[in-house]
């Protein structure tokens, strides 16, 4: 049991506390959802009705989508709750991340996906809390088995340096001694970012058009011009994802006749001067003026009447909870969650099924059925011959015995690397 994270219990407790009115109000929720799992008949068989998710034993229907919060929380990332990171699953295999927020690829990973699958990026806007973990995406995916390229989209700013290519292309330049002896020691080509930037201007434009899923985009406003919302359709089911956002037109519009629509609502203003430790005057604009405060998201849900709304971006615990809730329903009486990390969602056109996931601490990347391509040979060795010359020949002759046996193992005769080291070390 250790590997399973130590806190779920309580995450249920928890998740039990955050829809409070959810289950008298949706009506996809089914009869035994109050069960431990439903009646058992057999004493060697399951328990039929699973109130969690266990990350890679259910397979998805055709006409379904998987949503999973991978970080739900603040800028300041807590341990059980990560920046703003959403998993979305199609059931034609693919998956999409929208945002990846400081912390998220913990959860991610702990969704047992393998990294192949794992190379599309939607991005909502700039700020850290929602792109802060491209690194361990980009950087894990490609010493893990992505083959290809990591594809990011995200929006145009009010000039190009304001912009996702500019964001991503300066990334790669931040990390370039990891990309560089990365490449000459795997392979270059998963080291790469594919960047798809779009008008963030564009209302309700298609950025995305493959395999039966359509993903627009519509601008949001935020904290300066770029942020975007953005819905992916697939089977005749809609989900909204509102990123960083006050209050808009664009929203009310776009974002109708959805299945799930997920969308800030801010702590209260004395939640972030007493809690988050922000002085007053912050407060009360940081809440209401450039986020959406518990009251505004209660009206846009009215407004846009999804099947199920779900509330994100604030820290879930009990000094918060309950006064969040209360300033929405006082606009809002529909289906409602008030997300945590690790909660998951299944829609299909006649339900929507709501767990919390069981997730492992001590998750393995999960392999997949890619193989990347070789190292590029052509590539310079950025280890110089002075450092070269530092390598103590008896402690890399330590491992020949334990190495011979894995070369034979696994037939690399051919590739043996050790030969030719040992020589240049020796005339040295």
């Not at 998710?53 to 603040?74: F, N, S």
């Not at 991503?168 to 998963?190: A, C, G, Q």
């Not at 006050?246 to 299945?259: H, L």
């Amino acid at each position: 049991m250790r590997h399973i994270r130590k806190n779920f219990s309580a995450r249920l407790a928890v998740a039990a506390g955050m829809l409070i009115g959810a289950f008298v109000t949706l009506d996809s929720i089914a009869p035994t959802v109050h069960a431990a799992g439903g009646q058992v008949t057999d004493p060697t068989g399951i328990a039929p009705d699973r109130y969690v998710y266990y990350p890679g034993t259910e397979a998805l229907a055709k006409d379904e989508i998987r949503v999973v919060a991978c970080g739900t929380g603040m800028p300041s990332s807590r341990h059980g709750q990560a920046a703003s990171c959403w998993l979305i699953e199609t059931g034609n295999g693919d998956k999409f991340l929208f945002d990846i927020g400081t912390g998220s690829m913990a959860n991610v990973v702990a969704m047992m996906i393998p990294y192949q699958y794992l190379d599309k990026v939607f991005l909502s806007h700039l700020h850290t809390d929602h792109m802060g973990d491209i690194d361990a995406l980009w950087a894990g995916g490609w010493t893990a088995g992505r083959p290809n390229a990591l594809r990011v989209w995200g929006p145009s700013g009010a000039t190009p340096e304001m912009g996702t290519r500019y964001a991503m292309e300066h990334f790669l330049k931040f990390v370039n001694w990891d990309k560089v002896t990365r490449s000459y020691k795997i392979t270059p080509v998963p080291g790469q970012i594919e960047i798809n930037e779009f008008d963030y201007k564009g209302e309700n434009i298609v950025i995305y058009d493959e395999d039966g899923v359509t993903i627009r985009s519509w601008p949001a406003i935020h904290a300066g011009d770029g942020p975007v919302s953005f819905s992916l359709e697939y089977a005749g089911l809609k989900i909204v994802f509102g990123g960083d956002t006050v209050p808009n037109k664009w929203f009310n519009k776009y974002a109708k006749n959805a299945d799930l629509v997920i969308h800030e609502a801010m702590m209260m203003p004395e939640q972030w001067r007493d809690l988050y430790g922000q002085p007053a005057q912050l407060a009360w604009r940081a809440c209401c003026e450039f986020h959406t405060s518990p009251q505004s998201f209660g009206k846009i849900m009215s407004t846009v009447k999804p099947r199920h709304a779900v509330v994100y971006h604030f820290f879930n615990e009990e000094a918060t909870r309950y006064p969040i809730y209360e300033g929405i329903r006082e606009t809002y009486d529909g289906p409602l969650s008030m997300s945590t990390d690790l909660m998951v969602w299944n829609v299909t056109k006649d339900k929507i099924t709501e767990r919390m996931a069981a997730a492992t601490d001590d998750a393995w990347a999960v392999k997949g059925t890619a193989i990347q391509p070789p190292p590029d040979k052509g590539i310079p060795n950025p280890i110089s011959a002075y450092i070269d010359s530092g390598r103590w020949v008896e402690g890399f002759q330590a491992q020949d015995e334990m190495l011979d046996k894995y070369m034979k193992e696994n037939n690399l005769q051919d590739q043996d690397w050790r030969p030719a080291m040992y020589e240049q070390l020796k005339a040295k």
